[in-house]
Structures are given as structure tokens and as C-alpha cells.
């Protein structure tokens, strides 16, 4: 897992601004803080940043495909999980291999492949290569966008990079902000493509990007589609399949040459794959191999919890009680609710997530866990995207939410969760999500003869794993690389998806409740408890001190003049005026973002063309 960055000119020389990518990679060092390095030729300058994973000495990078004279170079951050029969697939092809790294087996199969070289990786990916005989520069994303590419036009072509920090250390990239960017933060649509920065694009999942003397190219190389359901495939058919699926998922994802973990809520999909997980490791160890698992919680979480619209339990007891079940060496992080307050760790996620947009107390907390999980593993594994996958969220099953004409999630994260902007910028952004979400149904897939229901339920599958997903994932990457910290997410498996994604809902649903099939395909690898447990988001800290302390936050943020200008004081101000213990949800996280775009615009500066 690393960090990626370059450009590419058609009209300059870059071998004469090495500078500017020795401070376009430095910029990466917390996604890579164990090495790095730049390659300087006649038009393209790359750059990268390490965190070694797999084979610790032989991945060095940029890798050339020879060091004297390279005709291709590569930069690549993520893994390539099928990364061992590539290998020996491409050496019945005639290549050779000087190191037992994944990245070279990305480096021959290019050379095998060209600009098709995506189709036959497996796993979570962005990289770089700069061909060197063909002036070609190509980038590639893998299929869910679990790992981010950004990239803007300079001048005689691109720059690139795995987050869009690298890119404004580019003297052609300015950190520009417009109407169109604030639509597309707060809109909480998430769509790929353009971002918040005007200019700054990302290379689309599942997308590949090629630049040469000829202009830009874009193509998808996957995308989900609508296949009909194997009719030999029956409800315990089906299960097999899924637990089959998800373990292959698993086990493929293990291999490390460092300290590795599991993330274990005390939910449903976490204890599934932690089982799994721990299950192959005793195979290949020995009986007496114990995976660590890791939860979060707060110092007051037992006395103070109450639920919301998102939680209904506190999750501490059951992350242990599943942790004794397995057999893991299970560690609980608990963070002091007032650390969360803290500017400086406020700060560092605003930072990593180059965005005004996340969820306040739960971003920083995550951030810290993650630092407490990096001073003893490298690698996490995550049970993300089994909701998206598996039919978990209430949007699912809640008629009010079908019905609704428009983004689900937006019925508990809308107007009344995002921060209110200023009237007077006029971003009519009620038609935008109109016109937005009329695009995104016309892009879902069907088959023929599909019931309503199921119909129904396919656009939202389609919109929680193509929108929703895509903003949880890059929550995760950016906060775990700030910490060094490399998290794996087997439920994206492109495979798991695609099945999912084409079995019926009535065996989604088939004990009509929310992940019927998970829940199946888990039997005998989580307790009881767990299995049966509703869905429960990301812990909160529900101190009244923690929302007194933000209120404060949020009146400083409002002395600031940029962001009285961004932002609606009318709709701000009662927020701060409740006593903190009866401050709701969706207004307290309005809080966080004011918070957050004061931290944001002190940090980035951006220039706002409004």
C-alpha cells in the first residue's frame, strides 16, 4: 500500500523540475512512510511513496522494467491478491522475475497486456505507467475504487496522484473552488468523476485513463451489470455459494510479510470475516495461531449511550463476546470522548480527507483507532460494504425509503445532517439532486421480466454500491493511510459483488430481515447474539461534554468570515443555543462540518470562484 504521483508534459522537460515531484511525493509520505522515490525521463516524472507489505526489500519503486534503459515505469500502490498465478502465468509466457513482489507481476503483465492489463488483476488497486517508447502514460483504478486516483490537466498534459495534495504541489494546480465543487460536497450525492477542487478529477472505478500526443481516453473496463441468478442455484445453493465466496475473498487477502489484523465491531459482517480469517490462519499456522482483533469505544459509552437513527446498542459486549467465540487475541481501544475536541487530531483528518465533507467525531476517532492499531499491525481487514452488498441498510426494507424519489440515504443524512450553505450563493442544489439521481437510475442494469420489487431493489443496491460505498471507502483509505495503516475489504470483491448483485432479492430477504444471506452463510462462525444482532453504525461518543465542546468549536468556526460567507448562520445558530444533551443527531453533525470547513479553508486556502 503506498502513495502515487507524476506528471506527464508533451511541451516541457520535467528532468528540469525535479523539485516539483520530489515535493509532489513528499507530500505522500504518510501513505508511504517507508521509502520512496522518484523517476525523471524526457516527458513524465513519477513519484512514489512506500509502505512495504509484501517482500519488504524486492518492491522498490518507481520500478523500471530495467534499470539502465526502461522502456516502462511503474508507480502502483495497493495489492494484487491473485498476484502468485499471475506470476506463474506470465513466466509460461516467456518473463523473468528479479523480486517476489506484487508489483513486478503488475509491471510484466502491463508489458503482457498493454492498456488490457486490469481485467486480469484481482484485488484493490491505483497505479501509473509511463511507457516509455510510446509516450503513453496509463492510469488504472480497480473495479469498486477501493484505492483513489486523482488527476488534472496541465500544461502539454497531466498530473496525477493518489490524493489531490500531491496535485497542488504542482505549480499548474491551484486549489480552486467553485459552484459546481460546493454542489458536489454537499450535495452528499457522491458521484465519481469530478470532486470538490475545480479541475481535479478522479479516474472513474472499474476505469482506466490513457494520455498520449492524440488527447485523453477514458474507458470502464467493469462495471456492475444484471445477470439472471443460476436457476440451479436454490436458497442452500446460494448460501454455499455466498460463504464460499466471502472465504475465498478472505483467505486470498491474508498474505503479509508484516504484522496483520482484524477490525470486530461485534457486528454481523466483522465477526463473519474475522471468523474466516482466523479459521485460515490456524490452517496455515497451526492450531494455536490467534489473529488480533481490534474494537473502539469510549471511556463514558457504557453510562452515556442512547440511541439515535443510526445506533441501537452499545457495541463493546458483543465485540468481546465474538472475539471469545472465535478465539482471537481481541483488544478493545478505548478514546477519551474529550481527545475528540482536540484541534490538532481534528486537524490531521481534515488534512487526509482534502475534503470539508465526513462525520466529525466519528472521522477523528477512527483516525485514532487507526493509530493505535499501526504501532502493532500494518495490515487491518475490514468488513466494509457487506450492507451494500447484502441488502444491510434500512433504506432496504423501510417502505417510506423505497417510495422516495430520490438518493435513500438521504432521508437520514439530507438537509438536516449536511451543513446548510449560504442562500445567497444560490447552488440550487435540490434541482441538482434531482437531475443527478434521474441520471443515476437510468444508468442502473435490469433484467428482463423483473418483478416491481425487485426492480426497485436493484436501483437501490446499485446506488448504495456505485454512490454510498465510494464515500465510505475513501473514508477508510484516507484515514488508515494517515496512519500508515493498509485496510483490506474482501466484502469488494468483485466476484462477491457481481453475485450478489444478480441474486434475487426474495433469497436476499428470504428470512425477511436485513442480510439473509450473510447471516445464513455465517452459521457456526459468529455467536448467536452477533448473528442476530439489528445493523448498528460506527459507534458516536454521546458525552454531553463532547457536545458542549463542539458547540463552542462550531461558534469559533462561525467567527471566521469565509465560513459566515459558505455558510447558513440562521440554520447554524440554534444548534448552538440547545443544551448539548438534547442536541440531535442531524443538527450535531452540522456542527462537525462547520467545524470541518473552518479547519478545511484555514488549511487548503483555496481560492473560492463563487
Given at each position: 500500500m503506498c502513495g502515487i504521483t507524476g506528471w506527464v508534459s508533451f511541451r516541457h522537460d520535467p528532468r528540469t523540475q525535479a523539485p516539483v515531484i520530489d515535493a509532489m511525493t513528499s507530500t505522500l509520505t504518510p501513505r508511504g512512510p517507508d521509502a520512496g522515490g522518484v523517476w525523471l525521463g524526457e516527458h513524465a516524472a513519477i513519484g512514489h511513496r512506500r509502505l512495504a507489505v509484501i517482500d519488504l526489500p524486492g518492491g522498490v519503486q518507481p520500478m523500471p522494467d530495467q534499470p539502465?534503459?526502461?522502456?516502462?515505469?511503474?508507480?502502483?500502490?495497493?495489492?494484487?491478491?491473485?498476484?502468485?498465478?499471475?506470476?506463474?502465468r506470465l513466466r509460461n509466457l516467456g518473463h523473468a522475475f528479479g523480486t517476489r513482489s506484487d508489483t513486478e507481476v503488475v509491471l510484466r503483465a502491463y508489458q503482457q497486456w498493454g492498456e488490457d492489463v486490469a481485467e486480469h488483476l484481482d484485488g484493490m488497486f491505483a497505479f501509473a505507467v509511463w511507457d516509455v517508447r510510446a509516450r503513453r502514460l496509463l492510469l488504472v483504478r480497480d473495479r469498486l475504487g477501493v484505492k483513489p486516483l486523482f488527476w488534472a490537466a496541465v500544461d502539454g498534459g497531466l498530473a496525477f496522484a493518489s490524493e489531490p495534495k500531491a496535485l497542488f504541489a504542482h505549480p499548474g494546480i491551484r486549489p480552486r473552488v467553485d459552484a459546481d465543487g460546493l454542489r458536489e460536497a454537499y450535495s452528499l450525492l457522491f458521484n465519481t468523476g469530478p470532486t470538490v477542487w475545480s479541475g481535479v478529477r478522479e479516474v472513474e472505478p472499474g476505469g482506466t485513463l490513457v494520455l498520449d500526443r492524440d488527447g485523453v481516453r477514458e474507458r470502464r473496463y467493469w462495471q456492475l451489470a444484471a445477470r439472471p441468478h443460476p436457476r440451479e442455484d436454490d436458497r442452500d445453493t446460494t448460501v454455499d455459494r455466498v460463504r464460499h465466496l466471502v472465504a475465498a475473498a478472505a483467505h486470498s487477502q491474508l498474505e503479509a510479510d508484516v504484522p496483520l489484523c482484524s477490525l470486530?465491531?461485534?457486528?454481523?459482517?466483522?465477526?463473519?470475516?474475522?471468523?474466516?480469517?482466523?479459521?485460515?490462519?490456524?490452517?496455515?499456522?497451526?492450531?494455536?495461531?490467534?489473529?488480533?482483533?481490534?474494537?473502539?469505544?469510549?471511556?463514558?459509552?457504557?453510562?452515556?449511550?442512547?440511541?439515535?437513527?443510526?445506533?441501537?446498542?452499545?457495541?463493546?459486549?458483543?465485540?468481546?463476546?465474538?472475539?471469545?467465540?472465535?478465539?482471537?487475541?481481541?483488544?478493545?481501544?478505548?478514546?477519551?470522548?474529550?481527545?475528540?475536541?482536540?484541534?490538532?487530531?481534528?486537524?490531521?483528518?481534515?488534512?487526509?480527507?482534502?475534503?470539508?465533507?465526513?462525520?466529525?467525531?466519528?472521522?477523528?476517532?477512527?483516525?485514532?483507532?487507526?493509530?493505535?492499531?499501526?504501532?502493532?499491525?500494518?495490515?487491518?481487514?475490514?468488513?466494509?460494504?457487506?450492507?451494500?452488498?447484502?441488502?444491510?441498510?434500512?433504506?432496504?426494507?423501510?417502505?417510506?425509503?423505497?417510495?422516495?424519489?430520490?438518493?435513500?440515504?438521504?432521508?437520514?443524512?439530507?438537509?438536516?445532517?449536511?451543513?446548510?450553505?449560504?442562500?445567497?450563493?444560490?447552488?440550487?442544489?435540490?434541482?441538482?439532486?434531482?437531475?443527478?439521481?434521474?441520471?443515476?437510475?437510468?444508468?442502473?442494469?435490469?433484467?428482463?421480466?423483473?418483478?416491481?420489487?425487485?426492480?426497485?431493489?436493484?436501483?437501490?443496491?446499485?446506488?448504495?454500491?456505485?454512490?454510498w460505498l465510494r464515500q465510505l471507502l475513501h473514508r477508510k483509505d484516507r484515514l488508515s493511510m494517515a496512519q500508515g495503516l493498509e485496510v483490506r475489504v474482501p466484502y469488494c470483491d468483485h466476484r462477491l459483488v457481481e453475485y450478489a448483485f444478480s441474486t434475487p432479492w426474495s433469497l436476499k430477504s428470504f428470512d425477511g430481515r436485513e442480510k439473509s444471506l450473510l447471516r445464513a452463510a455465517g452459521a457456526g462462525l459468529a455467536p448467536d447474539s452477533v448473528l442476530h444482532r439489528p445493523k448498528n453504525h460506527y459507534p458516536a461518543t454521546h458525552h454531553p461534554d463532547y457536545k458542549?465542546?463542539?458547540?463552542?468549536?462550531?461558534?469559533?468556526?462561525?467567527?471566521?468570515?469565509?465560513?459566515?460567507?459558505?455558510?447558513?448562520?440562521?440554520?447554524?445558530?440554534?444548534?448552538?443555543?440547545?443544551?448539548?444533551?438534547?442536541?440531535?443527531?442531524?443538527?450535531?453533525?452540522?456542527?462537525?462540518r462547520v467545524v470541518d470547513l473552518a479547519l478545511w479553508l484555514d488549511h487548503h486556502r483555496p481560492e473560492l470562484v463563487l
Open positions: 539502465d534503459d526502461p522502456a516502462v515505469v511503474l508507480s502502483y500502490s495497493g495489492e494484487v491478491y491473485n498476484h502468485h498465478e499471475l506470476r506463474a470486530l465491531s461485534g457486528g454481523i459482517d466483522s465477526t463473519v470475516l474475522t471468523a474466516l480469517l482466523a479459521g485460515e490462519l490456524r490452517r496455515r499456522e497451526g492450531p494455536g495461531e490467534r489473529i488480533r482483533s481490534y474494537a473502539v469505544d469510549y471511556s463514558d459509552q457504557a453510562e452515556q449511550f442512547t440511541g439515535d437513527v443510526l445506533r441501537t446498542g452499545h457495541d463493546t459486549p458483543y465485540a468481546t463476546e465474538a472475539g471469545a467465540y472465535i478465539g482471537t487475541d481481541h483488544s478493545t481501544v478505548v478514546l477519551d470522548p474529550l481527545a475528540l475536541l482536540d484541534l490538532e487530531h481534528r486537524r490531521a483528518v481534515v488534512v487526509a480527507r482534502d475534503s470539508p465533507i465526513g462525520v466529525g467525531d466519528m472521522d477523528t476517532s477512527l483516525y485514532l483507532l487507526f493509530g493505535e492499531i499501526r504501532r502493532h499491525s500494518t495490515v487491518a481487514l475490514s468488513g466494509e460494504a457487506a450492507d451494500e452488498v447484502f441488502g444491510g441498510y434500512p433504506w432496504f426494507h423501510n417502505p417510506k425509503a423505497l417510495a422516495a424519489p430520490t438518493f435513500p440515504w438521504l432521508l437520514v443524512t439530507g438537509d438536516e445532517a449536511a451543513m446548510p450553505l449560504n442562500p445567497e450563493l444560490d447552488l440550487r442544489i435540490g434541482e441538482f439532486r434531482e437531475d443527478t439521481y434521474r441520471d443515476a437510475l437510468a444508468a442502473v442494469p435490469h433484467t428482463d421480466g423483473e418483478t416491481a420489487t425487485e426492480h426497485r431493489q436493484r436501483e437501490m443496491q446499485h446506488l448504495s454500491l456505485t454512490r458542549r465542546g463542539l458547540q463552542d468549536l462550531a461558534r469559533d468556526a462561525l467567527a471566521t468570515e469565509q465560513v459566515r460567507a459558505l455558510a447558513d448562520e440562521t440554520l447554524i445558530k440554534p444548534c448552538l443555543d440547545t443544551p448539548p444533551e438534547r442536541l440531535q443527531w442531524g443538527h450535531r453533525l452540522r456542527l462537525e
